[in-house]
Each structure stands twice: as C-alpha cells, then as structure tokens.
C-alpha cells in the first residue's frame, strides 16, 4: 500500500475509473474511494488512487453497511488489488 503525506489527486484519472463498470454488476459506475485503503484525517478521502469503479446503488450500500472491509469480502471482490493495478497500468500508460 502507498501512503503519502499528500493525498493523490488526479481528475483525469477519476474520469478513466467512471468509465469502468461497476465491480459487482457491470452497471455504470461512480469512482468510490476506499476507505480504509490508507489513513486518512477525519472528513478526508484517500488518494484518488484508491478508487474503484462502482454503480451508484452499490456505492450507497457501502456507506450503508458500515463495515467497507467486510463488504467487500461478502461481495468477493478485492478493491486494493483492483485500484493499484488499475493505477500501474495508468502511470506506465502515461510514462510512454
């Protein structure tokens, strides 16, 4: 995991990870920072490295549920692995 005294913000990136469809269902996605991905000040998000595409009725259920970590394992799908890839792919794309 990174960790950084500044947060990664990246507009042009989000844009990519909306373009993605929803990790759970494949709908149109809404880029959803995750959460516990790295620490984070109250009221701050993570990088927007820590993003993964998700549906806006599953990006509610996460903020619902409580437990962002243990949602995700009920969904069988691993976030971190998703965004730092997604986010390798991204730098070396802009690298060449």
């Given amino acids: 995991m990174m960790t950084s ?29 995750i959460m516990y991905a790295e ?19 599953h990006h509610m259920s996460i903020h619902h549920y409580g437990n962002e970590k243990k949602w995700w394992i009920f969904q069988g799908v691993d976030p971190i692995e998703w965004a730092e890839k997604k986010w390798r792919e991204y730098n070396e794309a802009r690298q060449k």
């Fill in 5 to 33: 005294r500044y947060k990664i913000r990246d507009k042009k990136y989000l844009g990519i990870v909306r373009k993605e469809p929803c990790l759970i269902c494949g709908k149109e996605s809404e880029a959803h920072h």
């Fill in 39 to 57: 620490p984070r000040g109250v009221a701050l998000k993570v990088g927007d490295n820590w993003t993964v595409p998700v549906c806006h009725e």
